[in-house]
Nanobody
Framework: QFQLVESGGDLVQPGGSLRLSCTVS????????IGWFRQVPGKGREGVSF????????NYVDSVKGRFTTSRDKAKNTVYLQMNNLTPEDTGFYYC??????????????????WGQGTQVTVSS
């Protein structure tokens, strides 16, 4: 059974850091690209980052470039999203998603085949 589980969400002060994890089970991460999305109440999901199957290609939404980094650990079947210098605008429910055949539309929800349940990130003083 394909499953993605996010963890690492928390309440953090502005300027702080968090590392989100996306651990997969039921399949080998090696053959899947992984995207991170976030959502706030009343809005659709926003693509935050993407990492290719090999890890040699990454993409980020402009608002997080230079602050967020995505990486993958094949041995742990896990993809990470390191988030630094967080701002209140980063608050949201963060999801990871798996893409079997990336087409380039990394920030579109319908690009992805499987989704996790999400984890809450709140940036507030």
């Amino acid at each position: 059974q394909f499953q993605l589980v996010e963890s690492g969400g928390d309440l953090v002060q502005p300027g702080g850091s968090l590392r989100l994890s996306c651990t997969v089970s039921g399949f080998t991460l090696d053959y899947w690209a992984i995207g991170w999305f976030r959502q706030v109440p009343g809005k659709g999901r926003e693509g935050v980052s993407f990492i290719s199957t090999s890890g040699d290609k990454t993409n980020y939404v402009d608002s997080v470039k230079g602050r967020f980094t995505t990486s993958r650990d094949k041995a742990k079947n896990t993809v990470y999203l390191q988030m630094n210098n967080l701002t209140p605008e980063d608050t949201g429910f963060y999801y990871c998603a798996a893409d079997a055949l990336p087409t380039g539309d990394w920030d579109q929800e319908n690009e992805y085949d499987y989704w996790g349940q999400g984890t809450q990130v709140t940036v507030s003083s």
